[in-house]
């Protein structure tokens, strides 16, 4: 993962160089990644190894009473979905969950309840925290790329969907991770993005044979 952060500024000179010419820019990319070793199905193994954690986690929370467990103003136990609906007077359903769809409805409609959330202010704000850092992350790692473009807008609100459901502790965990990775890849991505400063010819093409340079002086 992180020889792929170390690439993403020659990534974004490639996108830049071969807008308009996608095989090109196909073919300019897999040699990036056959230069530096880089696997790009290696970027979905950091989610891989937290989805059990994940899963554990939602389940511990979802089985004891961490309801009113709060932890700097974040309900570890609660959703904001369910936090949304008792601030709007939803009921929940036979089986004690809430309807995220009953949720936003009362949310588009009706705004002002917002106003109601108070104690559930915190999975509020951390929900919405996710969806920012999912965008940066996304921004991030595409740059400028046009195919990027439409998963850059459509991620922080598919993110701030999934959430809706997930106890407070989950998307604390998720929260803190993507802060994390954030950070990490701005600071790899600037470091590389120095160097690439310092030294321009870096990743210039070598020539193939060394005798091609004897040819040419021997032309001059």
């Given at each position: 993962?992180q020889?792929?952060?170390?690439?993403?500024?020659m990534?974004k000179?490639?996108?830049?160089k071969?807008?308009?010419d996608?095989e090109?820019?196909?073919?300019?990319t897999?040699?990036l990644?056959k230069?530096?070793?880089?696997?790009?199905?290696?970027?979905c193994?950091p989610?891989?190894?937290?989805?059990?954690?994940?899963?554990?986690l939602?389940n511990?929370?979802?089985?004891?009473?961490f309801a009113d467990?709060a932890?700097f103003g974040v309900?570890?136990g609660?959703s904001t979905?369910a936090?949304?609906?008792?601030?709007f007077g939803?009921?929940?359903?036979a089986?004690?969950?809430y309807?995220i769809m009953?949720?936003?409805?009362?949310?588009?409609?009706?705004?002002?309840?917002?106003?109601?959330?108070?104690?559930?202010l915190g999975n509020?704000i951390l929900?919405?925290s996710?969806s920012v850092l999912t965008?940066?992350?996304?921004?991030?790692?595409?740059g400028?790329?046009?195919?990027?473009?439409?998963?850059?807008?459509i991620m922080?609100?598919f993110?701030?969907?999934i959430c809706?459901?997930?106890?407070?502790?989950?998307?604390?965990y998720?929260?803190l991770?993507s802060?994390?990775?954030v950070a990490?890849?701005?600071f790899?991505?600037?470091?590389t993005?120095?160097e690439?400063?310092v030294?321009p010819?870096?990743?210039k093409?070598?020539?193939v044979?060394p005798?091609d340079?004897?040819d040419?002086?021997?032309e001059d």
């Amino acid at each position: 993962m992180q020889h792929m952060q170390k690439i993403q500024p020659m990534l974004k000179v490639i996108q830049e160089k071969y807008a308009n010419d996608r095989e090109k820019m196909n073919q300019e990319t897999m040699r990036l990644y056959k230069e530096y070793k880089v696997n790009p199905a290696a970027g979905c193994l950091p989610l891989v190894v937290q989805l059990p954690i994940l899963i554990l986690l939602f389940n511990v929370l979802r089985t004891y009473d961490f309801a009113d467990t709060a932890f700097f103003g974040v309900l570890l136990g609660s959703s904001t979905t369910a936090g949304l609906a008792k601030a709007f007077g939803i009921a929940a359903a036979a089986n004690g969950e809430y309807s995220i769809m009953a949720v936003l409805s009362a949310v588009v409609t009706n705004p002002a309840g917002l106003a109601h959330v108070n104690f559930y202010l915190g999975n509020l704000i951390l929900l919405i925290s996710i969806s920012v850092l999912t965008w940066a992350q996304q921004k991030l790692s595409g740059g400028n790329n046009p195919q990027m473009a439409m998963m850059n807008t459509i991620m922080p609100f598919f993110m701030a969907f999934i959430c809706l459901s997930m106890p407070g502790g989950v998307m604390l965990y998720w929260g803190l991770s993507s802060l994390i990775g954030v950070a990490q890849q701005y600071f790899v991505m600037k470091k590389t993005t120095q160097e690439l400063a310092v030294k321009p010819t870096l990743h210039k093409n070598k020539p193939v044979n060394p005798a091609d340079d004897d040819d040419e002086d021997d032309e001059d």
